[in-house]
C-alpha cells in the first residue's frame, strides 16, 4: 500500500515504467523508499519480542526483503501492463534462441544453487539473464528474474548450495542483497534494450509527416537565424 500511493503520487501516466529513467526512479520510491518505510513496524513487533537484538538489524531484514519481492514481483507485474514491443516476425533464430534459453536458464540455476557448496558457480547464471535481458525484453527478464530467485531461496531453505549457512534469519540480508543487486542490473538491462527497440520501430514521429522537426519553432528560429548570416546572393562569398 506505501508502494502504491508513493507510485502514484511521484510517477506520472497509468504506467510509471517505460523507459530507464522511470524504471530507476520507482526503484528509488518503491523498493528502497516505501519498503524502508513499511519496514519499521514489522521490526518494531520483532524489537518487542527480542529486546536485545538491535532494532535496525531486524529492520534491515524486513527492509531487504519487501525491497527484493517488491524489486522483483512489482517489476514483473508492471511488465505486463506495458504496451508490447512492436511485433516481429519469430523467425528460425528466434525459435533457436527461445529453444536453447529455455531450458539453459533453470539448469544454470539448479546447478548455481542446489549442487556444491561453490559460489563461483552463481556466475553461471548472469550470462543467461543478460542473454533473456537482451533478446526478449522486459517480461521474459521479469518470468526469468522470478525463477532464478525461487531457485535460490529454495536452495537456503532446504540447505543445498553455497548459501545453505543463510538459512539463519540473521545472515539472510547477504542472499537478499545478491538478488536484489542482480535483478536491477537485469531489469536496467532489459529496460534499456525495449527503449532502444521502441525509438527504433518508430524513427519517425508524426511531426516528421508534414515536414516539420521534432523540435518544431526552435529550429524554426535557429533557421532563421542562420538565413540571416548567410549572403542572399552569391557576392557575399567573394
Not at 518505510?37 to 531484514?61: D, N, Q, V
Amino acid at each position: 500500500a506505501v508502494a502504491a500511493t508513493l507510485l502514484s503520487r511521484f510517477t506520472k501516466g497509468d504506467v510509471p515504467i517505460d523507459p530507464p529513467a522511470d524504471f530507476l526512479r520507482s526503484l528509488a520510491i518503491g523498493p528502497f523508499l516505501a519498503s524502508g518505510i513499511a519496514a519499521l513496524g514489522g521490526a518494531l513487533i520483532y524489537k518487542l519480542g527480542s529486546p536485545e537484538i538491535p532494532y535496525f538489524h531486524y529492520w534491515r531484514i524486513f527492509w531487504m526483503g519487501d525491497a527484493t519481492g517488491l524489486l522483483i514481483v512489482g517489476t514483473a507485474l508492471v511488465a505486463w501492463k506495458r504496451p508490447p514491443l512492436p511485433s516481429r516476425a519469430l523467425n528460425l533464430r528466434w525459435w533457436v534462441e527461445a529453444g536453447l534459453l529455455v531450458p539453459a536458464l533453470p539448469l544454470a540455476s539448479a546447478w548455481s544453487f542446489l549442487g556444491d557448496t561453490d559460489a563461483a558457480r552463481v556466475y553461471l547464471v548472469f550470462p543467461c539473464l543478460v542473454w533473456t535481458a537482451l533478446r526478449f525484453g522486459v517480461r521474459a527478464a521479469a518470468i526469468a528474474m522470478t525463477a532464478v530467485a525461487a531457485i535460490a531461496i529454495a536452495s537456503v531453505i532446504n540447505g543445498y548450495g553455497p548459501f545453505a549457512d543463510l538459512s539463519n534469519v540473521d545472515e539472510v540480508p547477504a542472499l537478499q542483497g545478491l538478488i536484489a543487486v542482480i535483478a536491477t542490473s537485469i531489469f536496467i538491462i532489459a529496460f534499456t534494450t525495449e527503449a532502444s527497440r521502441r525509438i527504433n520501430a518508430d524513427p519517425m514521429p508524426a511531426p516528421f509527416c508534414d515536414g516539420q522537426t521534432a523540435s518544431g519553432p526552435r529550429r524554426s528560429a535557429d533557421t532563421s537565424r542562420l538565413d540571416s548570416l548567410l549572403p542572399l546572393d552569391g557576392g557575399g562569398a567573394e
